[in-house]
């Protein structure tokens, strides 16, 4: 049954009620109007407001801030993402220090399992990125040293100095046995196309680990926000009084009524924007999240009590069943004390589709081509910046989002876009 999420019993996130004010009350002008209360958004108004004294209004079609990082508690005391697990990682000191700003930070490594079929058709669970217990458990393989794993995988992997799409990327690096049992249908279900169909990028995002690091990243700065990732959105923004926030505002209704502003900082789908171009639409995945709350009973066995799976992320890479992974938040070390004490738990079935809120860009060259025609429109559009993971078409993780509006906002300020107010 599709339970979907309450919004009506979120806690945790005190709502200023001028948010919700459509546009009552806003001054004649601003310096900026942001289109987003996402990571770019928030990040422009912020950069705005600190280095140049400039008042923006920052409006969102939905009913909170955050963009798809948005957190709440949720009615059984649970911590748990809207839309879909978020985990922060980063190789990027100017992101570490920028969102240190904003939160107290958990240290946190993500691991994430896989349960999948030996070749005996039994259910193993294994480390994902694949590594030396992976083979082991899956292919009786008996390697036990990086040597090993190197020499397991050599006298399978193709060589290819430059594949060309997600399935030669995947099998230069794999070999046939871990490309079927960890990257081809998993790729499927989470795009409704096959590896091949895809750019290389997209599979390269995970690994093939030689060595015994089971960790799903390796950037050196790993950590989860101690008080959930609304809470860093909300420290961006809303104590400062030269940022103005207004939720379920689409500017695509309210346009031709939004105040004056030397600058506008569109963050949607770039599609959306130009749709009365007649260009073809951008292809997007979208996801949607079937939750169940399951309380053990006295009888319970498992061998995780209090727990419904061994970690936060349990993938299912095979075609037997048509969800993708699922999530249990009560493993994340940000949880409520409540929560971590709870009896219960609550879980995640997360299924891909192509209806819904965009999620992911679809990276391969057909739609690259056709970004690249929007870009062109973009490029040339007079008093808008088009910044973020929608507008840019681009498979951001979190740190290449706070990075890319980062950049953005140094260009746009060294480009005299926007004068200082002060
Ligand atoms: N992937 C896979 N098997 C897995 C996990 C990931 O084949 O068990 C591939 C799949 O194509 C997926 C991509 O790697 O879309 C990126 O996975 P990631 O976990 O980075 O996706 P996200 O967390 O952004 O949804």
């Known amino acids: 049954e599709w339970a979907g999420m309450d919004l009506s019993v ?9 948010w919700f004010a459509g546009l009552n009350g806003l001054a004649d002008e601003y310096d900026m109007i942001i ?55 980063t190789k990027f000191d100017r992101v570490w220090e920028y969102v240190n700003r904003f939160s107290d930070w958990i240290p946190y490594e993500h691991r994430v399992k896989g349960k999948v079929k030996d070749i005996r058709d039994e259910y193993q669970i294994v480390p994902i990125p694949p590594s030396q217990e992976t083979v082991n458990k899956l292919f009786d393989a008996n390697v036990h040293t990086e040597e090993e ?74 950590a989860l926000p101690k008080d959930g990732y609304t809470r860093i959105f909300e420290n961006m923004i809303m104590s400062d009084p030269n940022i103005t926030v207004r939720l379920n505002v689409d500017f695509f209704e309210q346009r031709a009524a939004l105040p004056k502003c030397g600058l506008t900082v569109f963050t949607g789908p770039i599609d ?12 997007y995945r979208s996801l949607r999240f079937f939750e169940e709350y399951h309380e053990p009973d006295a009888s319970d066995k498992s061998p995780h009590p209090g727990f419904y799976q061994p970690c936060l992320q349990l993938n299912y890479p095979g075609p037997e069943v048509d969800f ?99």
Not at 10 to 18: A, F, L, V, W
Not at 50 to 72: A, M, Q, T, V, W
Not at 369 to 390: H, I, N, S, T
């Open 10 to 18: 979120r806690r945790g996130n005190d709502h200023d009620p001028s």
């Open 35 to 89: 289109v987003g209360a996402g990571i770019s958004g928030c990040v422009f108004a912020e950069r705005g407001s600190k280095e140049l004294g400039l008042k923006s209004l920052i409006i969102d079609k939905r009913d909170h801030i955050g963009g798809n990082c948005y957190d709440f508690i949720n009615k059984h005391g649970f911590r748990v993402s809207q839309y879909g697990v978020h985990l922060f990682h």
């Open 149 to 222: 794993m190197e020499a397991w995988l050599d006298a399978r992997r193709s060589v290819n100095p430059d594949p060309k799409n997600g399935e030669e990327s995947a099998l230069t690096r794999s070999g046939p046995e871990l490309y079927e049992a960890i990257f081809k249908h998993y790729t499927h279900k989470q795009w409704d196309k096959w590896p091949e169909e895809l750019d290389a990028s997209v599979l390269a995002r995970i690994p093939v680990r030689t060595n015994r690091d089971d960790r799903y990243f390796s950037d050196q700065h790993q």
């Open 272 to 283: 959306a924007y130009y749709a009365s171009q007649g260009l073809p639409k951008l292809e």
């Open 324 to 422: 993708t992974r699922i999530v249990e938040y009560k493993h994340k070390p940000n949880q409520p004390a409540e929560a971590k004490q709870s009896k219960g738990t609550v879980i995640f079935k997360e299924y891909s589709c192509d209806v819904g809120e965009p999620y992911y860009p679809v990276p391969n060259p057909a739609n690259r081509e056709l970004y690249e025609r929007y870009q062109a429109l973009a490029k040339d559009e007079p008093g808008v910046c088009f910044v973020g993971r929608l507008a840019s078409y681009k498979y951001f993780n979190m740190d290449q989002a706070f990075l890319n509006a980062l950049e953005c906002w140094d260009e746009v300020k060294a480009g005299g876009k926007v004068a200082a107010r002060t």
